[in-house]
Nanobody, 115 residues
Framework: VQLVESGGGLVQPGGSLRLSCAAS????????MSWYRQAPGKERELVAS????????NYADSMKDRFTISRDNAKNTVYLQMNSLKAEDTAVYYC?????????WGKGTLVTVSL
């Protein structure tokens, strides 16, 4: 299993970024995918998840109105569109796939929201 995140960077408050996660090594089109994030000094938290067909999405309350998770099964890629970014969104964002009790993680992509 390989998960490779990209798209992070420095953005001003109120700005937008789109993260991508390229997946391989498993049947992506049959798998629930998720984004997590970990801010400095804090525990990793769920940002959003999406079912295999993209028909159902789930978001953390604080991100529900600003973030959108989507996927392209033809490209084995899951996306996270982040709008109206705030300083508190600064974190390393991780792509996640789980099989039973086993979690697979990418290396993460850093998002910094600052002037």
């Amino acid at each position: 299993v390989q998960l490779v995140e990209s798209g992070g960077g420095l953005v001003q408050p109120g700005g937008s970024l789109r993260l991508s996660c390229a997946a391989s090594g498993f049947t992506f089109s049959s798998s629930v995918m998720s984004w997590y994030r970990q801010a400095p000094g804090k525990e990793r938290e769920l940002v959003a998840s999406i079912t295999s067909t993209g028909g159902i999405t789930n978001y953390a309350d604080s991100m529900k109105d600003r973030f959108t998770i989507s996927r392209d099964n033809a490209k084995n890629t899951v996306y996270l569109q982040m709008n109206s970014l705030k300083a508190e969104d600064t974190a390393v964002y991780y792509c996640n796939y789980h099989w039973g009790w086993v979690n697979y993680w990418g290396k993460g992509t850093l998002v910094t929201v600052s002037l």
